[in-house]
């Protein structure tokens, strides 16, 4: 059974600050690994999506690396915006199954102007 | 190019009626999941389904609920007889055909029990 954690649940950090979100998940036979970004009463909003045979991907400000022998996944953030305040969501496809997505609780971030 | 589309966005309902949500996916895909987040809970999958099949409903609990998604027209996912218990945010998913593709989210439907 595939399990997903997210460290820290919540970060609150100030303008301009450059940070790192983690993911770590307990089963390494994974297809590829996604980041979300949720706000609040809102859905989910597709940020990265990293292929088991890729170690990174960048989009922006944000990058996000994957090492699987590991198990760990990371979202880089640089130069952060009171607008990136958003729960941060990472989610794997679930052991033998390359639909059903696993989630990590999520890191509540908060960017202070 | 519309993203996946939940309706209602807000929905109440007294203990032991029914409730229908619907999620029309986004264009060209044809790869539909609903998940749904409970209070204070992660997002925990119920089910997959692509066009008049359902591929893996293994998180569905095993009373009350159904899915579908017809041929034309919306996927539905049915509460029947809702229970306090089931108020939570339902979120509806869709991707292209093959795995690996990123998979994108609608707004969710926020269901009230009351």
């Known amino acids: 059974k595939q399990e997903v954690t997210q460290i820290p649940a919540a970060l609150s950090v100030p303008e301009g600050e450059n940070l790192v979100l983690n993911c770590s998940f307990t089963?390494?036979?994974?297809?590829?690994l996604q980041w979300f970004r949720q706000d609040p009463g809102k859905g989910l909003t597709s940020l990265l999506l990293?292929?088991?045979?890729?170690r990174e991907q960048t989009s922006g400000r944000l990058n996000a690396s994957l090492d699987k022998s590991s198990g760990r996944s990371t979202l880089y953030i640089a130069a952060s915006q009171p607008g990136d305040s958003a729960t941060y969501l990472c989610a794997v496809p679930l052991s033998g199954s390359a639909r059903q997505l696993t989630f990590g609780s999520g890191t509540q971030l908060t960017v202070l102007p | 190019n519309a993203g996946v589309m939940q309706n209602p966005r807000h929905l109440v309902r007294r203990r032991g009626q029914e409730a229908r949500l619907r999620c029309s996916p986004m264009?060209?895909?044809?790869?539909v999941y609903w998940y749904r987040q409970l209070p204070e809970e992660g997002l925990k999958f119920m089910v997959y389904?692509?066009?008049?099949?359902?591929?893996?409903e293994s998180g569905m609990p095993k009373e009350r609920f159904s899915a579908e998604f017809p041929k034309e027209g919306p996927s539905i996912l049915r509460i029947q007889q809702v229970v306090r218990g089931d108020s939570a945010a339902y979120f509806c998913?869709?991707?292209?055909?093959?795995?690996?593709?990123?998979?994108?989210f609608g707004e969710g439907s926020w269901l009230t029990v009351v």
């Open positions: 998913a869709s991707s292209e055909q093959g795995s690996g593709n990123t998979i994108y």
């Open positions: 264009k060209g895909h044809s790869h």
């Open positions: 990293i292929q088991s045979s890729q």
């Open positions: 389904l692509q066009k008049e099949n359902i591929i893996d």
């Open positions: 089963d390494s036979a994974i297809y590829n």
